[in-house]
């Protein structure tokens, strides 16, 4: 493993638990999210001291999982080209992209929207109801089927990989199916709970692994001869 390789790999392990922890950190602040009605949600907590912190930590997350996935890819793929791992992570980013602009808005546009609403300006709940109607509402779906299918690829890969402990796999993929149950908020932590312990345990193992063995000469290291 050159020196390079062994970079990618560690900064984008760690950077996979990191965002678990930001997803953690962000749901306990955030609060319960109510999936079957965000309007009434969002007027509701919108204005929240912990809400925007809570949406900003969940954004910076999502933007560290694309990396944290690449890295994961490339913990996969370094001793052998792994076709499952290459497209989950095609989906991963497929995913997230997708949910990004929700998280945005959720983060950025909410607050303002809950503040005039409560001034009196309902007609605002239009401008809400866009993004989860029609095109938007079917871009979500897009987005979470293709962020899912690409953790279970994942998921199968690293099962099938066995460098890393199976349940890191199992815990993985329950991890993430545990999010649409945003609506029981115990169900969602739970989830996020589950997806940090098996990424940490990945990240753990992965820096275990690339730790230079004594002796052991990378490619990007030049050798000089002496007679």
Same mark, same amino acid.
């Given at each position: ?31 319960? @999210? ?28 999502? &933007? ?7 890295? /994961? ?14 497209? #989950? ?5 497929? #995913? ?27 007609? &605002? /709940?239009?401008? @809400? ?40 796999? &199992? ?6 199916? %545990?999010?649409? @149950? ?7 932590? %739970?989830?996020? &709970? ?34």
């Amino acid at each position: 493993m050159n020196t390079q390789t062994r970079r990618e790999i560690r900064f984008g392990l760690i950077t996979l638990a990191l965002s678990a922890l930001l997803f953690t950190l962000g749901a306990v602040l955030r609060g319960p @999210f109510d999936i079957a009605d965000p309007g009434s949600y969002i007027i509701r907590a919108a204005l929240s001291p912990n809400y925007v912190p809570g949406w900003t930590l969940i954004l910076i997350g999502a &933007v560290l999982q694309l990396h944290g996935s690449f890295g /994961l890819y490339r913990y996969l793929t370094y001793q052998a080209d792994n076709l499952l791992a290459f497209v #989950g992570l095609v989906l991963r980013i497929v #995913g997230i992209a997708l949910a990004f602009p929700l998280f945005t808005f959720l983060a950025v546009n909410a607050p303002a929207i809950a503040q005039l609403y409560q001034q009196g300006n309902q007609e &605002v /709940l239009s401008v @809400f109801e866009a993004n989860f109607t029609g095109l938007g509402l079917a871009l979500l779906g897009v987005g979470a089927v293709a962020a899912i299918i690409g953790v279970i690829l994942f998921a199968i890969a690293i099962w099938r990989d066995g460098r890393l402990p199976k349940w890191t796999a &199992v815990l993985f993929v329950l991890g993430v199916l %545990l999010q649409p @149950f945003a609506a029981i908020f115990t169900i969602e932590l %739970l989830g996020l &709970v589950l997806l940090l312990i098996s990424t940490g345990m990945i990240a753990w193992k992965g820096w275990q692994e690339s730790v230079p063995v004594a002796g052991q000469l990378g490619p990007d290291i030049n050798h000089t001869s002496y007679e």
